[in-house]
């Protein structure tokens, strides 16, 4: 099994983002999900993640197969969380879910999970979720190995590995920290499988000189969804208010990353949950114009690795050249 798909269910930042100006690229936050071989990854819990469960739920059934499943969460703001109370094959006792994501302020992040779900923020807890849960924390330089042909424990390594051990049919997610999004930071994730790899970036600032480190960890890679959320305008604050400081990058932060790490395809992500289709259309051209291998997350998105990216579908808006 070959195959390596990237499907989005949630690109927005911030706040998820009902209404007429949102309906193309969509209004859910951040929820990203891989398949892979035989096997599903899912990034972030965002509100994206709720559609998602539903789709899971609904084949499922119809294969008469339980869910099992792998949830990567990057860092707990809302954004990336708020979906996860939703998500309906947590509350079904067939279903496995293997779960990692970052401590946080000291926290492990079972405890960091919990708090999302507990009253008086929700009525249920984590605990009555009736789904078997492994909930692990994962930090930089971790080392998570899955089997790409069935359902196995996916084996975390927290200690060095010698990649030379690593199994064809493995895939292998590696972890990177940023600093540079208040105020615990996030976590990157790097998806490989047999030749190919996708870097997941988002909430990120970049750097005068852009990210080294991240652009070492994606150097190569097929895709790179890489936080986009403000114009340079908006970022500086040419009308009265910057941004500066809130752990966002802009498309030209992310194009100047992608062109150093030689990704072939980047995705603009995270995108402001006040610009409008037709503002992201915008900056999708105007970004294409600088660099052609990029495209504008949309929710619904699917992009095969195996395929190549020059048939990728692109959200269309009259009198906005996007070709
Ligand atoms: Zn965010
Ligand atoms: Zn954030």
Redesign the pocket.
């Known amino acids: 099994m070959g195959n390596f798909t990237i499907r989005f269910w949630g690109v927005r930042?911030?706040y998820p983002i009902p209404g007429a100006q949102s309906v193309r690229f969509g209004g859910n936050?951040?929820c990203v999900e891989l398949n892979i071989g035989n096997r599903r990854l899912i990034i972030d819990g965002?509100t994206g993640i709720i559609g998602l469960g539903n789709q899971m739920l609904k084949e499922s059934f119809a294969a008469k197969k339980a869910i099992n499943t792998t949830i990567l969460f990057s860092?707990m703001?809302h954004?990336?969380n708020q979906g996860f109370p939703f998500f309906k094959p947590a509350f079904i006792d067939s279903t496995t879910l293997h779960i990692f994501g970052p401590r946080s302020f000291q926290m492990d992040f079972d405890k960091v999970l919990a708090g999302i779900l507990q009253p008086p923020f929700f009525p249920v807890e984590l605990s009555e979720m009736r789904s078997k849960k492994f909930i692990s924390n994962i930090s930089e330089n971790d080392i998570l190995l899955m089997s790409a042909v069935n359902d196995t424990v996916p084996r975390l390594h927290t200690t060095h590995l010698d990649k030379s051990t690593i199994a064809s049919d493995d895939i292998l997610v590696e972890v990177l920290k940023s600093f540079a999004h208040p105020k615990g930071g996030t976590l990157f994730f790097k998806v490989s499988y047999k030749d190919y790899s996708m870097v997941f970036a988002?909430?990120t600032e970049g750097y005068l000189w852009d990210d080294q480190k991240l652009i070492n960890f994606a150097k190569n890679a097929d895709v790179l969804i890489h936080d986009a959320q403000y114009t340079t305008e908006d970022y500086i604050g040419q009308n009265g208010f910057s941004r500066q400081g809130f752990g966002?990058s802009t498309p030209e932060i992310a194009i100047e990353v992608a062109k150093k790490a030689n990704v072939k395809q980047l995705v603009l992500f995270?995108h402001d949950p006040e610009y409008s289709d037709e503002k992201i259309a915008l900056i999708e051209a105007h970004s294409r114009m600088k660099h052609p291998d990029c495209i504008a997350a949309y929710e619904g998105l699917s992009i095969d690795l195996t395929k190549g990216f020059s048939k990728l579908k692109r959200v269309q808006i009259k009198g906005i050249n996007t070709i």
């Open positions: 930042g911030s936050t951040s965002g860092h703001h954004d990336h988002s909430d966002h995270h």
